[in-house]
């Protein structure tokens, strides 16, 4: 219970073209993430998924079921919103139970399940509540609640996150981690933020400008992007971009290499540098170097080092973990 | 706060303003309600004079409670202002929904065309209205000042309405939709508790005008069981003679229900506001 499939998925307004062609494959009880920058088609996609959004062309198929002419509460589907949505006027019971009772169960099963939810989000002090006099993290928990009750095939998240702090987005982060293994539900899930794309995903779908860039694993995207755009999107600092003629290597047009593949060294390496800027994070410490033989590039040391800005440094890249692209931007493997 | 915005001078500047504004304003009201219940010599020989004793006359109230008809006559206005507000704000809050909710071809025509409704009094149309009634058949009677008052009310109900709907969340109804809540829930359940803010705007708006109409009520429907009270009063204004007295009681009377609507409406605007909305 809870596959999608996507076939040739087309979404345009107007003459602008947002989704051009995806076709995905979601197996059960997967974890899903869409990731890619601000208009890259992923949240059009998610809504495409909901029923919110009618698709230009292309089939969806939930559980093997065609529901492209389904109406979203049909689908089996629960989704959670940046801007948690919740009922304004009802109390966080009620938030949580008006899907059930839209949908004609019996009372006792919307208490049982509202119980069982809110006992997965430690809600059941708030429960009487309404959503005004809630923090943030306890509205978001509510609008996750609100999806557990529904019970459904598929939960689509849409940049659940965003609106929290920092420390409450690492803990509804860890809760989110703890209800996928728990329900063992199949959910699709929406940001723009690679952290959390990294942490949660099974699998990683890279979108931009509407075209599917790499699906896979957090570690396959790591270690084995298969373009420039997948290569410079995931890890952070970004990949380091060096034009291959500069190397001397005449079989790629670019070679990539992450900041945290390259080592320093005051006395000797490959490539001579200066150091630009400094930033000490205690755990890291990222140097921002600009050479003559390959440009500006980044480095990531791990732990305290004492770099200054102006020391002339010498760097080594790891030679196995050099990325080649070809002219069109594609890794050569 | 920088200093300049809360500086003395410029705050009471401020006030006064707001205090002359406020003092035009209510000085005719008042000015109404004390010589209503003067003598008719004082009216005319002191009217800026609060009643003393001595020119403390209740004459106007008995003469216009004992006319008798007019108990009928307050109904009557009541029965179409209150009709006409509840028409205008269910008609105008849906038309303003599916404005700015849906995406259809000639939306935006749709909203200008409606808007037109505010540039152009609805009185040039008298004529043609009155023909309308007559053909129908619905000369005095309640109904054809409500239809009339509805017609009226809905372009501004729907200007201002829609721009308010708007602002209520996508996800919200979103949310609705896929906790399987029909089109008609999402608009009565979760928008209209929303904009009830401007829902009192408007019905404010909307009945001032009706309940202080002369026009209509003289043209559509000026039998005695359909008079309301602002055409009712008129009976006191002769060609040569007219009882003030009379007159500014029957005017000091018709206040005090709009003056009950108002604060039942103000009284929404004030929850409205502080119930708190998607964030």
């Known amino acids: 219970m809870g596959s999608l499939q996507l076939k040739s998925v087309r979404k345009s307004f107007g003459t602008v073209d947002v989704i051009k062609g995806i076709d995905l494959d979601v197996k059960d009880g997967e974890f899903v993430i869409f990731v890619g920058p601000s208009g890259c088609g992923k949240s059009t996609l998610l809504r495409i998924i909901a029923g919110l959004e009618d698709a230009t062309s292309g089939s969806i198929t939930i559980d093997g079921a065609e529901v492209v002419t389904v109406p979203p509460a049909k689908r089996g589907i629960a989704m959670v919103f940046q801007s948690y949505a919740l009922y304004p006027h009802l109390t966080v019971k009620d938030n949580m139970g008006l899907g059930l009772k839209q949908a004609g169960a019996p009372k006792d099963e919307i208490e049982k399940r509202v119980a069982k939810a809110s006992g997965m989000l430690s809600l059941e002090k708030y429960l009487a509540r309404r959503p005004a006099e809630l923090s943030g993290g306890q509205r978001q928990r509510v609008a996750i609640g609100r999806a557990i009750v529904r019970e459904p095939k598929l939960f689509l998240f849409d940049e659940p996150l965003s609106n929290l702090d920092a420390a409450l987005r690492v803990n509804t982060r860890l809760e989110i981690a703890r209800l996928h293994r728990e329900l063992k539900a199949t959910m699709i899930y929406v940001t723009h933020d690679q952290v959390e794309a990294m942490t949660l995903a099974d699998k990683i779908v890279v979108l931009d400008a509407g075209v599917i860039q790499q699906v896979g694993s957090p570690m ?114 | 706060m920088s200093k300049a915005r809360t500086s003395l001078t410029r705050t009471s500047l401020v006030h006064l303003a707001l205090i002359g504004y406020a003092i035009i304003s209510v000085f005719p009201v008042f000015l109404t309600l004390i010589n209503s219940m003067k003598d008719r010599n004082a009216i005319f020989r002191n009217p800026m004079q609060l009643p003393t004793p001595e020119t403390f006359d209740l004459v106007g109230y008995t003469t216009v409670l004992g006319q008798g008809d007019f108990a009928t006559y307050f109904q009557n206005s009541f029965i179409v202002t209150v009709a006409s507000i509840a028409l205008v704000l269910l008609f105008g809050a849906m038309a303003a929904f599916a404005l700015s909710e849906y995406r259809f071809r000639g939306n935006t025509l749709m909203g200008l065309y409606l808007a037109i409704g505010i540039m152009i009094p609805i009185r040039l149309g008298t004529v043609a209205i009155l023909q309308g009634m007559v053909a129908t058949g619905l000369v ?90 602002t055409l009712g009063s008129q009976i006191f204004i002769g060609q040569f003679v007219t009882n003030w007295n009379a007159v500014l009681a029957a005017l000091s009377l018709a206040i005090l229900p709009v003056l009950i609507l108002y604060f039942i409406f103000s009284r929404q605007l004030i929850r409205g506001i502080t119930s708190g909305a998607v964030k």
């Open chain 2, 140 to 229: 005095n009677t309640l109904t054809a000042l409500v239809l009339v008052y509805t017609a009226q009310g809905i372009p501004l109900a729907v200007f201002i309405l829609s721009e308010f709907m708007r602002t209520v969340s996508d996800d919200l109804k979103n949310a609705g939709r896929i906790d399987g809540l029909s089109e008609y829930a999402i608009f009565f359940r979760l928008v209209l508790p929303l904009v009830r803010p401007a829902m009192a705007t408007v019905a404010v708006f909307t009945m001032i005008p009706i309940w202080n109409d002369l026009w209509f009520p003289l043209i559509l429907a000026p039998s005695e069981a359909t008079k309301t009270v």
């Open chain 1, 220 to 333: 396959e995207l790591y270690n084995r992007p298969a373009n420039l755009f997948v290569a410079g999107f995931i890890g952070s600092p970004g990949m380091n971009f060096i034009d291959a003629e500069r190397l001397g290597i005449s079989d790629a047009r670019t070679i990539g290499v992450r900041p945290e593949h390259i080592t320093l060294s005051r006395e000797s390496g490959d490539w001579q540098a200066k150091a630009v800027h400094v930033e000490h994070l205690g755990a890291d410490t990222i140097v921002y170097l600009e050479s003559e033989k390959v440009g500006a590039f980044t480095v990531r040391l791990f732990g305290e080092h004492h770099y200054q800005p102006d020391d002339v440094v010498f760097a080594t890249p790891a030679a196995d973990q050099m990325h080649r692209f070809d002219a069109n931007g594609q890794a050569i493997r």
